[in-house]
């Protein structure tokens, strides 16, 4: 099946500081990939939706100058969260889709900000 | 807009029983129609699914039928075991440029043994 990678799986920093997290399909090309957050016990939301070479699209209520995303090759994706403060700890997953409908999830990554 | 009803958590079943968890959605055109799965501490997996009316998608015991007439799309399986413990998620895709998903809400199921 499709595999997509996630790195870091956790990452802990400091307030004020920059983190990027990174998102690779494997054995596919991924013409669309998506960001989601998830707090705990509760579903996915969307944070953007990016195809490859252009410029990313923000779901309502999500700020595109904190979290920036890099959508640069068909295989890689970054989220890279700006000026981080524990607001912003949660759990990141990304998926990636090829040309089908189906999407395929990253393993996530634990964020939290002191 | 589209939307997924999920029912609600948690459950709690004892290994080897039936189980279902229910699953409605409302949509614009034909959607296709998914089940996902969390394990603790990880991203989702894709369990199974269906792309139209009747399809039934199956994978691992578990199964779940696209019906169109009922907007639902429950998953079921004959047998749980302890190792089935996880977070489900309906959702679904619908046609367009994006294909967004979108998710219910998430049952958390535990098996006890």
């Known amino acids: 099946g499709a595999v997509v990678s996630q790195h870091p799986s956790r990452v802990i920093c400091k307030s004020g500081t920059s983190v990027k997290i990174e998102c690779r399909s494997l054995?596919?090309?991924?013409?669309?990939m998506f960001w989601y957050r998830q707090f705990p016990k509760k579903s996915l939301m969307l944070m953007a939706t990016s195809n490859e070479g252009s410029k990313a699209t923000y779901e309502q209520g999500v700020e595109k100058d904190k979290f920036l995303i890099n959508h640069a090759s068909l295989t890689l994706s970054t989220l890279t969260v700006t000026s981080a403060h524990p607001e912003d700890s949660s759990f990141y997953i990304c998926?990636?889709?090829?040309?089908?409908?189906?999407?395929?999830f990253g393993p996530g990554t634990r964020l939290t900000v002191l | 807009g589209n939307s997924v009803t999920q029912m609600e958590g948690p459950v709690t079943l004892s290994e080897e029983a039936f189980l279902t968890i229910n699953c409605t959605y409302t949509?614009?055109?034909?959607?296709?129609l998914f089940w996902y799965v969390q394990y603790p501490g990880e991203g989702l997996q894709l369990l199974l699914k269906a792309t139209k009316a009747d399809d039934k998608g199956s994978n691992k015991g578990f199964e779940a039928t696209y019906r169109k007439e009922t907007t639902s799309f429950h998953l079921e399986k004959g047998s749980v075991q302890v190792s089935d413990s996880a977070v489900y998620f309906c959702a679904l895709s619908s046609p367009g440029s994006a294909r967004q998903l979108t998710f219910g809400s998430g049952t958390q199921l535990t098996v006890l043994p």
């Open positions: 998926s990636g889709r090829p040309s089908t409908d189906t999407q395929y």
């Open positions: 949509a614009t055109g034909y959607p296709s």
């Open positions: 054995d596919f090309q991924a013409t669309t």
